[in-house]
């Protein structure tokens, strides 16, 4: 994929996440790898106002927090470029203010295995991370610490994120999240439900290697 087309990408995504309720107005952020450079969306922007040329270019490498492009990146550019640095299959990040998401973490509560749709993000909880301020190390490293080898988290009194090989997973698995905290929320609301055992979870995700909006074959 050339760079333009993933800028593009980018664009269709933040409008996709959007229409479907899971960002409102400039909330939220996306990022994608592409070689050894970080692409994110820009500072204060509200998707429907979103071009391509306007998402920033970050060097992974970097430690200083360069860029380049017309508009800064995000204020979050530092757990994206993180997660992407410690996690070599991760393609693409994206980040969300998705309401049932947002109050779980602001309960500060893991969503446990009461769907089977679960095992797509890699074990039996989706945890929560700790709370810090946004754009900080600490976050960054509190999202490290809280998503380990997993493929999305809560963020604490925030939001969520979720990872993938790129775009499409990434995107595909923050709807799925979104759906399993509506879940879970209303579960909770009755009193709360049945969790399904550690065991069930790890054989249900053998089989879904294969399952779900993949990645996208290489042009």
């Given amino acids: 994929m050339t760079e333009d087309r993933l800028r593009a990408e980018i664009v269709a995504r933040c409008r996709e996440l959007d229409a479907r309720g899971l960002n409102r107005g400039a909330s939220g952020n996306l990022s994608a790898r592409w070689g050894e450079v970080m692409l994110i969306t820009p500072s204060a922007v509200a998707y429907d106002d979103l071009r391509p040329e306007m998402i920033a270019r970050m060097p992974l490498g970097d430690e200083t927090g360069a860029w380049e492009g017309p508009l800064k990146p995000s204020s979050e550019w530092r757990f994206h470029r993180d997660i992407l640095r410690a996690r070599p299959d ?6 969300t203010h998705a309401a049932y998401s947002t109050i779980l973490a602001i309960a500060r509560r893991p969503i446990p295995a009461i769907h089977y749709m679960i095992a797509a993000f890699g074990g039996p909880v989706i ?3 700790d709370y810090a301020r946004y754009g900080t190390a600490e976050l960054s490293a509190a ?5 380990g080898a997993m493929n999305g988290c809560l963020m604490a009194n925030h939001g969520m994120l979720t990872v993938g090989p790129d775009l499409t997973r990434a995107t595909w698995l923050a709807f799925e999240l979104e759906a399993l905290a509506h879940q879970y929320w209303h579960v909770l609301q009755i009193g709360g439900g049945h969790v399904l055992p550690d065991a069930e979870i790890a054989e249900v995700g ?3 290697a294969g ?8 042009d």
């Fill in 90 to 95: 991760v393609g693409a990040v994206v980040h």
């Fill in 127 to 129: 945890p929560c991370c």
């Fill in 143 to 147: 999202i490290l610490r809280a998503l």
């Fill in 206 to 208: 053998r089989d879904f």
């Fill in 211 to 218: 399952y779900g909006v993949q990645a996208r074959k290489a």
